[in-house]
């Protein structure tokens, strides 16, 4: 199944990527992305979303989801 | 109930004239309004910040914004609400968000504005990259409300 992948913010600066498109085999999860993309080239905590939704790293994947990984957020005003 | 991602300049107060005028319900049923606007500031964490790049997620932005703001309305009894944040590059003093609750009494007002900042600073994806005179920083956290 074809998975589009994106990062943000300093995650996306580390890697120097900002998207991707991965072939996985059905039923792979978002810690399978994960590991194919950016582990081992990122440190500290990361957070991920499917279908512009949070979930965790278990979840599994259907064909042509969208999944995308960044850091904790750090939105509003301090 | 509204959410705006803004990718231009922020006037919280012309924001907020327009959206009274559209405001769900009677005048007379308001009978509180709370509304706190974020602005930049020119420090933090003791260094000087000359500007501020806030990122977004096109698309989920937009949703947790609307996510927080139906929880938020499940929780009080509230007339309306808005929110409308800034996004790309912002220097100090510009507004950041508005955050506007309309209800028939203060407690609801005051406390759902309050819970829908927490919640937007703590859920809601973007990420603040400041530009100080060394170069530039992501920031990692939120200071204590």
């Known amino acids: ?78 | 109930m509204n959410s705006v991602v803004l990718e231009q300049p922020l006037d919280p107060w012309q924001w907020l004239g327009r959206y009274e005028q559209s405001l769900q319900g009677t005048p007379g049923q308001t009978g509180a309004t709370a509304v706190f606007v974020g602005s930049m500031r020119d420090f933090n964490q003791g260094d000087a910040v000359s500007g501020l790049f806030l990122e977004h997620y096109p698309g989920m932005t937009q949703c947790c914004l609307d996510d927080i703001q139906r929880r938020a309305v499940e929780r009080w009894d509230l007339i309306d609400s808005l929110i409308v944040h800034r996004v790309g590059q912002l220097y100090p003093g510009d507004p950041i968000v508005l955050v506007a609750v309309w209800s028939a009494h203060r407690r609801a007002a005051f406390e759902a504005s309050r819970w829908l900042m927490e919640e937007l600073k703590s859920n809601v994806p973007l990420w603040k990259k400041e530009q100080l005179v060394a170069g530039s920083r992501w920031v990692e956290k939120n200071t204590p409300g």
């Open chain 1, 1 to 78: 199944m074809r998975i589009s992948v994106r990062f943000f913010a300093g995650l996306r600066e580390q890697l120097e990527q900002t998207e991707l498109e991965l072939s996985l085999p059905a039923g792979a999860t978002v810690a399978q992305v994960w590991e194919q993309t950016a582990k081992g080239a990122v440190s500290g905590p990361v957070l991920a979303a499917r279908n512009m939704e949070y979930v965790d790293f278990a979840t599994h994947l259907d064909d042509g989801d969208e999944v995308a990984f960044f850091p904790p957020v750090t939105g509003g005003a301090r």
